[in-house]
């Protein structure tokens, strides 16, 4: 038996600045760069974890996708943000016997990230660039799936940046396709953030410890991430955390925290999650 995976991934891509400062200190708002990965074995059935976002990059990914030579039999997504979610017509388009599936719990929140509000709400990221008629996975109906040879166990972790988060576990490739509970050299999505909902996410990544993989692909990759070693990203992630509860702790306005943060973790992708983070917690709110 011989298993493989391969990874697409996206560059952070432009998206309207809503923190005053930002263009002037940084440049252009981005999206965060992200990652979708294909797993299949030799005898061609395959399986696909995330999907993007945008058309145009979702049919990239279905080109890339084909040109792997392979039966895409499932598409799981990971939990119930639309960045991972939206870009499943352009995969099944593509690969129409594909079964697109999610943990059963999450399903309704999926459905509220494809509804008109919401759509409305990630249109004015992404104007022109989102699909028609969004498509919400199934309820997958156990912990795994299984395609050929690929043996994947779904393992629900709880809230991270997203409630009802679960990672992708394939034990026979010592690797975990981490959604968004794992950041790769990448800021971490710490808006509307609690004490609580951090303290989940860190027991998330406990979790994610305890299964022992050896590689985790992060759904949210630095383009020029370091390497996909899995205990170098889980500290790095637990360290983000702590550090920018410290910050946190410290600052008493966004450009505090700001400071704090890349004055240690200058050298991760996408700043601008770091400032949308510091003005939701710290910025003055209306009266």
């Known amino acids: 038996m011989s298993l493989n995976y391969d990874v697409f991934s996206v560059d952070p891509k432009p ?7 930002f263009e002037e200190a940084v440049g252009q708002a981005t999206w965060p760069p992200s990652t979708s990965t294909l797993i299949w074995g030799d005898d061609g059935g395959a399986l696909l974890v995330d999907c993007l976002i945008t058309t145009t990059e979702a049919a990239a990914l279905a080109t890339w996708i084909r040109s792997h030579d392979r039966e895409l039999e499932y598409v799981y997504i990971t939990h119930p943000h639309a960045d991972h979610l939206l870009g499943l017509p352009a995969v099944l388009e593509a690969c129409p016997n594909a079964k697109p599936v999610a943990l059963a719990e999450s399903i309704g929140a999926m459905e509220t990230q494809v509804s008109p509000g919401y759509l409305k709400v990630w249109s004015a990221y992404f104007p022109g660039q989102l699909p028609d008629r969004p498509v919400v996975p199934a309820p997958l109906p156990g912990p795994r799936i299984s395609t050929g040879e690929v043996a994947a166990t779904v393992v629900p972790v709880g809230t991270t940046d997203s409630d009802l ?123």
């Open 15 to 21: 998206i309207p600045n809503q923190i005053p400062g």
């Open 165 to 287: 988060s679960t990672v992708l576990h394939v034990p026979a490739l010592g690797l975990v396709v981490s959604g968004d509970v794992v950041y790769n050299q990448t800021h971490m999505w710490l808006r509307g953030s609690t004490p609580e909902s951090r303290s989940s996410w860190k027991r998330a990544l406990d979790t994610v410890a305890q299964l022992g993989p050896d590689k985790i692909i992060a759904g949210h990759r630095h383009p020029q991430a370091t390497d996909d070693d899995a205990q170098r990203q889980i500290d790095d992630s637990r360290q983000y955390i702590a550090d920018f509860e410290a910050a946190l702790d410290r600052s008493s306005a966004p450009l505090e925290l700001i400071d704090r943060m890349m004055s240690i973790h200058g050298d991760r992708a996408n700043p601008y999650t770091l400032w949308v983070a510091a003005y939701d917690l710290l910025g003055k709110k209306p009266a």
